[in-house]
């Protein structure tokens, strides 16, 4: 009889003008309640009762006020919704369409309703689906969530599921471009050199199609070389501002995911007329260069056209074997192949020592590769070690963009270049804290620079433990993608202008047409603009989460037993939060969450510092980044693809002296 009283409406009204209000992000949990996140990392409760009014990640303005003794936040005001656009599964309740977000703190149904187009007959229960969400309880209808069910994805049982939903989650392409009927080279007044004749080599994966790079390697009697890098050149086909260069400008990558590639060019482009298939005359661009005997790359640096033909279709294993073992059980090169083989394991060991001593050398890390049966489920995961030959490629494609760098920064001054300022100056003080602590050989005004910065890195990698390599990771600036020359302080160069995979990278295309310009004294046809470097790093953003969230999928699918098999794992540390820390599986690559709770059984007993990278257990350090130990699998959710590990080292709760009067064995009294 209350609620429709205006008195009283207007008295709470009033009552909640005065309380205290503070805006935040909501931090959902699931177990119901949440939490308001404020910007000076406040964190209040918020009661189930109100967080059926908001989702976890929206910006919300908050009353807080005192309830059974504890300070509480109520959501009343949108700030900024976190969600519009999302993907769901189909529930029906009581034969009305809802969907349930696919998201581990999306746990509720939001009623829902088929758009235009979508016959709601064929939305089944389970089914994977796009949705809008329409209606929010805080944006003024203070009605619950709506949702309007915009695209159907697939069936729920589809085995392809894990492919379709996430290239629809990260709005990517899940087919390749519309072929076309024929295709024409383009005048482009270049004059290309037959060089035919030249041994050019290719190293690939075995089962590499898009081979876009071949090289020739001479040796000299001084100990220096020289080296010729032919790239594949789908910009003779392509002219800007064509429908095809339009679409491989929106796609930007060709994307790569477990078990599958969708090309950014049509496959008849990426995968024939441009592939640098043995035997097969290609139009490539050129870069010429030399090298003297210490590895330093010389300033005979030259671009231009030209027409070769592989005289080797080679494979990663089986040069890395021939070169490690002196012999292949599978394969026997030719004389002229051995050669150049041979000099090109000179040309890139002298490559690789001078980056190791004036630039900066990653350590190599595995790859993992998924191997999927026909239907699509998980047989195994393979480990691929970066080899020998792995190595002779990244050299010289490395020396191909440095010398591509210096190029356009003489000649344009712009081009689309790989940069790295080193340390975010917000963060360069907090990193100096740790370089300091470590007695690192290194003071501030050194590592702002990229000879400083270079060296730090350098020391690094000579130290026993990762630990502080990956704290000082946490204080680094992100790569970028600009359209003018800056330094690559992570890689130690002073410039890095990729052209040597424009099959599979729009930026290498613009990067091509302006080396064309170069060559032929011409205007360049293309210059980046000034949003080519924000769109680059989102396509590389939404690939490499669409990467990832495949793979955790694929990793649910192969553990599903682990569990019960109480497999033990070899695991690594990468990152730490104060909920607990997570970890790389190194047999196989997957990540894997261990919260404090599986740690110790005392939440009192274990501090885990995300700000440290550390985590103490009774006042001790047991972890830290980089460490690595042994882990059990101790849950495997399927519906959120996240596996949950426990250390198979266990911590007893510490023992407790008893007081003398208390003891077992002290003194009885008289």
């Not at 008295?11 to 992000?25: A, C, D, F, M, R």
């Not at 994977?128 to 003024?140: F, S």
């Not at 592989?310 to 002196?326: A, I, W």
Request: glycine residues 6%; hydrophobic residues 40%.
């Amino acid at each position: 009889m209350f609620q429709d009283n205006p008195l009283l409406a207007q008295l709470k009204k009033q009552i909640q003008e005065t309380l205290p209000k503070k805006e935040g992000y909501i931090k959902a949990t699931d177990r119901g309640f949440g939490f308001l996140e404020t910007d000076n990392k406040e964190s209040i409760f918020i009661p189930p009762i109100y967080m059926k009014n908001v989702m976890h990640g929206d910006r919300v303005i908050a009353v807080l006020r005192t309830e059974k003794e504890r300070e509480v936040a109520e959501p009343q005001e949108l700030v900024e919704q976190a969600i519009t656009r999302f993907i769901g599964r189909v529930k029906l309740i009581r034969n009305r369409l809802h969907v349930i977000p696919d998201h581990p703190q999306l746990k509720e149904a939001i009623r829902a309703r088929a758009a235009k187009g979508i016959n709601p007959e064929t939305l089944k229960e389970g089914d994977w689906v796009v949705a809008e969400l329409t209606r929010h309880p805080l944006a003024g209808s203070n009605q619950p969530f709506f949702c309007d069910v915009t695209q159907k994805i697939t069936d729920s049982n589809d085995k392809i599921a894990p492919w379709w939903v996430t290239l629809a989650r990260h709005q990517l392409p899940n087919a390749e471009p519309a072929p076309q009927d024929s295709w024409t080279m383009l005048d482009e007044g270049i004059e290309r050199q037959d060089l035919t004749d030249l041994p050019f080599i290719t190293i690939d994966g075995e089962s590499t199609k898009d081979m876009d790079d071949a090289l020739y390697t001479v040796a000299k009697d001084d100990g220096s070389f020289e080296i010729t890098i032919a790239i594949a050149d789908p910009t003779s086909y392509i002219a800007v501002g064509d429908k095809m260069d339009d679409e491989a400008r929106e796609r930007g990558f060709t994307i790569y995911l477990p078990g599958r590639n969708i090309p950014m060019l049509p496959r008849e482009l990426s995968d024939e007329l441009c592939s640098l298939i043995e035997n097969e005359k290609r139009p490539v661009l050129c870069c010429r260069v030399s090298i003297d005997n210490t590895g330093v790359i010389q300033d005979d640096i030259s671009f231009f056209g030209a027409w070769i033909k592989s005289q080797g279709r080679l494979s990663y294993n089986n040069v890395s074997d021939f070169l490690e073992n002196g012999h292949c059980d599978d394969w026997t090169p030719s004389p002229i192949i051995e050669q150049q083989i041979v000099a090109l394991q000179g040309f890139a060991t002298l490559r690789s020592d001078w980056r190791m001593a004036n630039a900066v050398v990653f350590p190599d890390r595995p790859d993992y590769r998924f191997e999927l049966s026909e239907d699509n489920d998980v047989v195994a995961i393979h480990t691929d070690l970066r080899r020998i030959a792995n190595r002779m490629i990244e050299e010289a494609m490395i020396t191909a963009n440095i010398c591509a760098g210096r190029a356009l920064q003489e000649k344009f001054a712009t081009g689309v270049f790989n940069v790295h300022s080193g340390f975010n100056q917000e963060k360069l003080d907090a990193a100096m804290e740790f370089i300091t602590n470590a007695e690192a050989p290194f003071t501030k005004e050194e590592v702002v620079t990229l000879e400083g910065f270079s060296a730090l890195r350098r020391w690094l990698n000579t130290l026993d433990s990762t630990y502080l390599d990956n704290r000082l990771r946490k204080f680094q600036a992100y790569s970028e993608v600009a359209n003018t020359p800056a330094p690559h302080y992570a890689m130690g160069l002073d410039v890095y202008a990729t052209w040597t995979s424009p099959i599979r990278k729009y930026g290498d295309m613009i990067n091509h047409r302006l080396l064309k310009a170069l060559i032929t004294g011409n205007e360049p046809t293309q210059k980046p603009d000034d949003n080519v470097g924000d769109e680059i790093a989102n396509h590389r953003r939404h690939h490499r989460m669409a990467e990832r969230d495949v793979s955790d999928w694929l990793y649910v699918r192969l553990f599903k037993d682990a569990v019960k098999k109480e497999t033990v794992f070899k695991a690594e540390v990468f990152d730490i939060n104060r909920a607990g820390m997570r970890v790389r599986l190194l047999e196989n690559g997957a990540a894997a969450f261990i919260p404090g709770s599986l740690i110790v059984d005392n939440k009192e007993r274990i501090v885990c510092s995300g700000e440290l990278g550390i985590i103490n257990i009774d006042g001790v350090k047991e972890y830290q980044l980089g460490d690595t130990f042994d882990v059990k699998l101790a849950e495997v959710r399927t519906a959120t693809r996240q596996l949950v590990a426990k250390p198979v080292q266990q911590y007893p709760a510490p023992e407790v002296t008893p007081a003398p009067e208390q003891a077992t064995d002290a003194p009885q009294k008289a």
